[in-house]
Every structure is written in C-alpha cells, then in structure tokens.
C-alpha cells in the first residue's frame, strides 16, 4: 500500500479497498492534521460531515488505480465559516492524482511515446492525457514572425480526439512555428491569448486558406 500512495497523507489504517478485474478502488481517509479557519485564522472548530472526491492515480501499470478521497469538513465556532481539509493528494478541481501528473509529463518525454501510447499504458482517454500536457507542459514558442501563414491537416484520431490539427507556419523561413491539436475557436483562442498583444500587433501578413476564416475571424490581432 505504501508504495501505491507513498506521496500521500492517507490513514493506512483505514484503507479499505475492492479489486476488480479492470481496476481497484480505495476508500481513503487522511491523517488528521492541525486546521486554522481559513477566514479568521481560528482553531476552534468542530468537524461537520465530509466530502467523497473520486481520483484517478495512474501509476499502477495493469490496471487503473480510484482512489474515493474523504475529505473532512469542519465548521468554525468562532465565525461559523465552513471549510474542509486540506487535500494533498490531487490538486483543487482536478479529478487526477498529483503524483500521476508527474508520471504523464515523465512519460511524454520520451521520443518513443504518443498520447495515445501514454494513455493505453495508464488506463486513462487520450483526452485527458493532452489536457494536462497542455496545462503543465512548460513552452514558449519563438517570437512570431512577420508574416505567418495558417493551415489545417486531417489527421489519425489516434494522436488527438480532434480530427484536424491547426498548423502555424513561419512563411519567410518556411518552417513551422507551431501547432495546435484543435482548429475549434476556442481553442485557437487560448492559445493566441497567451501571447502578449503587442507581439501579436508585430505581425504585418497572415495568410490561410478562405475556409479557415471562420475559426480564425479577429482572434490574433484583438485579444
């Protein structure tokens, strides 16, 4: 059990677990810690009931590891605020382990290995493996270039659950600046948001085929 949640702060007392054919599933308690109020940084507080958080730790290689977190509530006697334990083994609003973000983004290092090859070997979508490649995965493109030109590819559904890629090319150099996993606006929207405007505002041409207007419009220049 230690070496399955070595990073954590569980009760191994209480773990109580259920093993199926296709996955386990814990139900984990943590190990009561000092709490302050998050509001009036007061320590006298009573429990009030818990929270189930379901986790997916992904470092078992033969099947998927669910870890049912429980999560204390307390409530503050002092200015009656409501708040619960602090949660060490997954990070707020997110339905993964920490220690299993860290294994992914190991994995994806490696030349040999796709989001598809990632995700078979943990148990988990494809999907969820590109999401936290993009969340975590540390990249600055180069600067832009003057003149950039837009493109879209159909590609393997194998290597994204998008069946079109959006490619940014350097037209001066004619090489690629970068791309993108999805054509869908949104998509192209966060990734333009994420360079600064007045870069953006360096680029004197664009050029892209008439049908990739409508997932392009104003998003480069105007965020």
Known sequence: ???????????????????????????????????TCPICSSSNYSKNGYKIKTVKHCIYYSKIVIVKCHIQGYVCKDCKSFFYEKDTFSNYNENISKESIDVILKMLKYNNETFESVARDLHISRQLVINIFDKYFNYTPPVLPEILSFDEKHINKKLTDNAYIFIILDFLNIKIYDIVFSRHKYKLEKYFSRIPLKERENVKYITKQMNLFRYVGNIFRYQ
């Open 1 to 35: 059990m230690f070496n399955l949640f070595k990073d954590s702060n569980f009760d191994f007392d209480k773990l109580k677990y259920q093993n199926t054919p296709s996955k386990i599933v814990f139900d984990a308690y943590y190990i009561p810690e000092d709490q």
